[in-house]
Protein backbone atom coordinates (compact mmCIF):
# COMPACT_ATOMS: atom_id res chain seq x y z
CA UNK A 1 0.00 0.00 0.00
CA UNK A 2 1.31 3.12 -1.22
CA UNK A 3 1.79 5.69 1.70
CA UNK A 4 -0.63 8.89 1.72
CA UNK A 5 0.76 12.49 2.32
CA UNK A 6 -1.78 14.66 2.80
CA UNK A 7 -1.58 18.64 3.72
CA UNK A 8 -4.17 20.47 5.27
CA UNK A 9 -3.96 24.06 4.81
CA UNK A 10 -6.26 25.36 7.44
CA UNK A 11 -7.93 28.69 7.04
CA UNK A 12 -4.86 29.75 4.95
CA UNK A 13 -3.92 30.97 1.76
CA UNK A 14 -5.48 33.47 -0.92
CA UNK A 15 -5.64 33.37 -4.90
CA UNK A 16 -1.96 34.40 -5.49
CA UNK A 17 -0.41 32.80 -2.74
CA UNK A 18 -1.78 29.14 -3.42
CA UNK A 19 -0.89 29.84 -7.13
CA UNK A 20 2.78 30.29 -6.27
CA UNK A 21 2.37 27.21 -3.56
CA UNK A 22 1.22 24.99 -5.89
CA UNK A 23 4.08 26.16 -9.11
CA UNK A 24 6.79 25.60 -6.34
CA UNK A 25 5.08 21.83 -5.35
CA UNK A 26 4.61 21.54 -9.14
CA UNK A 27 8.52 22.19 -9.79
CA UNK A 28 9.65 19.90 -6.85
CA UNK A 29 7.03 17.01 -7.57
CA UNK A 30 8.40 13.70 -9.03
CA UNK A 31 7.18 12.55 -12.30
CA UNK A 32 6.91 8.49 -10.48
CA UNK A 33 5.52 9.36 -6.41
CA UNK A 34 6.05 6.48 -4.60
CA UNK A 35 3.58 7.71 -2.59
CA UNK A 36 0.15 9.11 -3.32
CA UNK A 37 0.02 13.08 -2.28
CA UNK A 38 -3.01 15.21 -1.70
CA UNK A 39 -4.27 18.52 -0.42
CA UNK A 40 -6.86 19.53 1.73
CA UNK A 41 -7.71 22.96 0.62
CA UNK A 42 -10.32 25.48 2.19
CA UNK A 43 -13.67 25.10 -0.41
CA UNK A 44 -13.53 28.18 -1.61
CA UNK A 45 -10.53 27.61 -3.47
CA UNK A 46 -11.16 24.03 -4.57
CA UNK A 47 -12.11 25.40 -8.39
CA UNK A 48 -8.50 27.39 -8.75
CA UNK A 49 -6.67 24.00 -7.56
CA UNK A 50 -8.60 21.89 -10.06
CA UNK A 51 -8.08 24.89 -12.44
CA UNK A 52 -4.27 24.77 -11.69
CA UNK A 53 -3.97 20.83 -11.77
CA UNK A 54 -5.30 21.78 -15.71
CA UNK A 55 -2.88 23.74 -16.98
CA UNK A 56 0.20 22.68 -14.88
CA UNK A 57 1.03 19.34 -15.96
CA UNK A 58 3.07 17.90 -13.49
CA UNK A 59 0.43 18.72 -10.83
CA UNK A 60 -1.92 16.34 -12.38
CA UNK A 61 -1.45 13.28 -9.82
CA UNK A 62 -2.27 15.61 -6.77
CA UNK A 63 -5.49 14.82 -4.57
CA UNK A 64 -7.50 17.68 -4.17
CA UNK A 65 -9.80 17.16 -0.87
CA UNK A 66 -11.92 19.54 1.64
CA UNK A 67 -11.63 20.07 5.37
CA UNK A 68 -15.21 19.30 6.36
CA UNK A 69 -18.16 18.07 5.04
CA UNK A 70 -21.83 17.93 5.99
CA UNK A 71 -23.68 15.42 7.80
CA UNK A 72 -26.64 16.33 5.54
CA UNK A 73 -27.39 15.77 2.02
CA UNK A 74 -28.45 18.72 0.81
CA UNK A 75 -31.18 21.27 1.88
CA UNK A 76 -31.76 24.26 3.87
CA UNK A 77 -28.15 24.25 6.09
CA UNK A 78 -27.34 27.85 5.22
CA UNK A 79 -23.31 27.98 5.08
CA UNK A 80 -23.56 24.16 4.70
CA UNK A 81 -21.30 22.14 1.72
CA UNK A 82 -22.76 18.57 0.94
CA UNK A 83 -20.76 15.21 -0.18
CA UNK A 84 -22.23 15.37 -3.51
CA UNK A 85 -21.17 19.40 -3.91
CA UNK A 86 -17.47 18.40 -2.78
CA UNK A 87 -17.59 15.52 -5.27
CA UNK A 88 -18.71 17.73 -8.00
CA UNK A 89 -15.23 19.80 -7.29
CA UNK A 90 -13.26 16.60 -8.03
CA UNK A 91 -12.56 16.07 -4.42
CA UNK A 92 -10.59 12.69 -3.78
CA UNK A 93 -10.84 13.36 -0.10
CA UNK A 94 -12.51 15.59 2.59
CA UNK A 95 -11.22 15.51 6.70
CA UNK A 96 -13.80 15.24 9.35
CA UNK A 97 -13.30 15.08 12.71
CA UNK A 98 -10.26 17.38 13.00
CA UNK A 99 -9.50 18.44 16.39
CA UNK A 100 -10.43 21.77 15.87
CA UNK A 101 -13.60 21.10 14.20
CA UNK A 102 -14.21 18.92 17.57
CA UNK A 103 -12.86 21.59 20.02
CA UNK A 104 -14.38 25.21 18.22
CA UNK A 105 -17.31 23.81 16.74
CA UNK A 106 -18.71 21.35 19.01
CA UNK A 107 -18.46 18.45 16.89
CA UNK A 108 -19.20 15.29 18.39
CA UNK A 109 -17.63 11.45 17.68
CA UNK A 110 -21.47 10.70 16.55
CA UNK A 111 -22.12 13.78 14.31
CA UNK A 112 -18.32 13.11 13.00
CA UNK A 113 -19.08 9.45 12.08
CA UNK A 114 -22.48 10.84 10.35
CA UNK A 115 -19.74 13.09 7.97
CA UNK A 116 -17.71 9.94 7.45
CA UNK A 117 -20.79 8.28 6.00
CA UNK A 118 -21.86 11.56 4.18
CA UNK A 119 -18.46 11.37 2.39
CA UNK A 120 -18.91 7.48 2.37
CA UNK A 121 -22.17 7.97 0.18
CA UNK A 122 -20.49 9.46 -2.46
CA UNK A 123 -17.66 7.96 -2.85
CA UNK A 124 -15.12 10.38 -0.98
CA UNK A 125 -12.46 9.35 0.99
CA UNK A 126 -12.92 10.47 3.94
CA UNK A 127 -9.86 11.12 6.82
CA UNK A 128 -11.13 10.66 9.88
CA UNK A 129 -9.07 12.34 12.84
CA UNK A 130 -9.07 10.80 16.00
CA UNK A 131 -6.45 12.14 19.03
CA UNK A 132 -6.39 12.72 23.05
CA UNK A 133 -5.71 16.29 24.48
CA UNK A 134 -2.90 16.99 26.67
CA UNK A 135 -5.06 15.91 30.05
CA UNK A 136 -6.60 12.96 28.51
CA UNK A 137 -2.68 11.84 27.66
CA UNK A 138 -1.25 12.78 31.01
CA UNK A 139 -4.55 11.18 32.75
CA UNK A 140 -3.49 7.99 30.55
CA UNK A 141 -6.45 8.01 28.76
CA UNK A 142 -4.81 8.07 25.08
CA UNK A 143 -6.34 4.17 24.30
CA UNK A 144 -9.41 4.95 25.78
CA UNK A 145 -10.36 7.66 24.00
CA UNK A 146 -8.79 7.48 19.92
CA UNK A 147 -10.90 3.71 20.66
CA UNK A 148 -13.75 5.85 21.60
CA UNK A 149 -13.73 7.81 18.81
CA UNK A 150 -13.03 5.04 15.84
CA UNK A 151 -15.68 3.16 17.32
CA UNK A 152 -18.22 5.69 16.95
CA UNK A 153 -17.07 6.24 12.95
CA UNK A 154 -17.26 2.13 13.13
CA UNK A 155 -20.69 1.67 14.24
CA UNK A 156 -22.11 4.04 12.32
CA UNK A 157 -20.56 2.80 8.96
CA UNK A 158 -19.96 -0.87 9.02
CA UNK A 159 -17.88 -2.84 6.48
CA UNK A 160 -17.61 0.49 4.70
CA UNK A 161 -14.96 1.51 7.35
CA UNK A 162 -12.79 -0.62 5.18
CA UNK A 163 -12.81 2.76 2.44
CA UNK A 164 -11.80 5.33 5.44
CA UNK A 165 -8.40 6.62 6.15
CA UNK A 166 -7.34 7.61 9.92
CA UNK A 167 -5.47 10.39 10.83
CA UNK A 168 -3.80 9.71 14.25
CA UNK A 169 -3.76 13.41 15.43
CA UNK A 170 -2.66 14.07 18.79
CA UNK A 171 -4.22 17.27 19.90
CA UNK A 172 -1.10 18.86 22.01
CA UNK A 173 0.70 17.73 18.82
CA UNK A 174 -1.16 20.23 16.40
CA UNK A 175 0.68 23.16 15.62
CA UNK A 176 2.76 23.22 18.71
CA UNK A 177 5.84 21.96 17.20
CA UNK A 178 5.93 19.01 19.89
CA UNK A 179 5.56 15.46 18.87
CA UNK A 180 5.32 12.27 20.46
CA UNK A 181 8.16 9.14 19.97
CA UNK A 182 7.80 7.56 16.89
CA UNK A 183 7.69 4.34 19.07
CA UNK A 184 4.87 6.20 20.99
CA UNK A 185 2.91 7.54 18.04
CA UNK A 186 3.24 3.94 16.67
CA UNK A 187 1.76 2.04 19.95
CA UNK A 188 -1.28 4.27 19.28
CA UNK A 189 -1.40 3.57 15.62
CA UNK A 190 -0.79 -0.39 16.70
CA UNK A 191 -4.52 -0.10 19.30
CA UNK A 192 -5.74 1.51 16.17
CA UNK A 193 -4.64 -1.24 13.79
CA UNK A 194 -6.33 -4.07 15.79
CA UNK A 195 -9.51 -2.33 16.49
CA UNK A 196 -9.88 -1.66 12.58
CA UNK A 197 -8.88 -6.01 12.07
CA UNK A 198 -11.44 -6.51 15.09
CA UNK A 199 -14.39 -4.38 12.73
CA UNK A 200 -13.42 -5.33 8.90
CA UNK A 201 -11.46 -8.34 7.29
CA UNK A 202 -10.67 -5.89 4.67
CA UNK A 203 -8.54 -3.78 7.28
CA UNK A 204 -5.33 -4.03 5.53
CA UNK A 205 -6.65 -1.56 3.29
CA UNK A 206 -7.26 1.25 5.83
CA UNK A 207 -4.33 4.33 5.85
CA UNK A 208 -3.25 5.34 9.20
CA UNK A 209 -1.62 8.49 9.29
CA UNK A 210 0.06 10.24 11.38
CA UNK A 211 -0.22 13.98 12.44
CA UNK A 212 0.96 16.91 14.84
CA UNK A 213 3.73 19.04 14.25
CA UNK A 214 5.13 16.53 11.20
CA UNK A 215 8.06 18.43 9.63
CA UNK A 216 11.48 18.22 6.96
CA UNK A 217 13.24 16.77 10.57
CA UNK A 218 10.95 14.13 12.29
CA UNK A 219 9.01 12.71 8.92
CA UNK A 220 11.37 9.89 8.38
CA UNK A 221 11.91 8.82 11.63
CA UNK A 222 7.89 8.60 11.85
CA UNK A 223 6.92 7.32 8.71
CA UNK A 224 9.45 4.54 9.34
CA UNK A 225 7.08 2.79 11.70
CA UNK A 226 5.20 0.05 10.60
CA UNK A 227 1.65 1.25 11.20
CA UNK A 228 2.57 4.87 10.30
CA UNK A 229 1.13 4.83 6.84
CA UNK A 230 1.49 8.89 6.04
CA UNK A 231 0.97 11.69 7.49
CA UNK A 232 -1.44 14.83 7.96
CA UNK A 233 0.72 17.72 7.73
CA UNK A 234 -0.64 20.91 8.78
CA UNK A 235 1.88 24.38 9.08
CA UNK A 236 4.46 22.21 6.91
CA UNK A 237 2.34 21.44 3.96
CA UNK A 238 1.72 25.32 3.08
CA UNK A 239 6.04 25.61 2.52
CA UNK A 240 6.75 23.63 -0.74
CA UNK A 241 10.36 23.28 0.41
CA UNK A 242 9.12 21.29 3.70
CA UNK A 243 6.29 19.68 2.24
CA UNK A 244 8.64 18.09 -0.50
CA UNK A 245 11.02 16.99 1.83
CA UNK A 246 8.12 15.27 3.50
CA UNK A 247 7.21 13.83 0.56
CA UNK A 248 10.55 12.35 0.22
CA UNK A 249 10.70 10.91 3.39
CA UNK A 250 7.74 9.14 2.26
CA UNK A 251 9.25 7.62 -0.46
CA UNK A 252 11.85 5.58 1.35
C1 LIG B 1 -3.29 19.38 11.27
O1 LIG B 1 -3.85 20.46 11.34
O2 LIG B 1 -3.89 18.40 10.88
C2 LIG B 1 -1.88 19.31 11.66
C3 LIG B 1 -1.32 18.14 11.76
O3 LIG B 1 -1.25 20.51 11.89
P1 LIG B 1 0.33 20.73 12.14
O4 LIG B 1 1.07 19.87 11.17
O5 LIG B 1 0.55 22.19 11.88
O6 LIG B 1 0.60 20.35 13.55
Redesign the pocket.
Given at each position: MKKLIAG?W?MNGSLAANESLLHALAEGLADEAASEIAICVPAVYLAQVQSLKKTVARLAPLGVGAQDVSAQLEGAYTGEISARMLLDMGCRYV?VG?S?RRQYHAETDVLVAEKTRAALGVGITPIV?VGETLMEREAGYTEEVVKRQLAAVVHANGHCISEIVV?Y?PVW????GKTPSPEDAQSVHAVLRAQLKAATDQFSRVRILY????NATNASALLAQPDIDGG??????LKSVDFLKIIAAAQV
Open positions: NKIHECAEAIGTGGSMLIGGAS
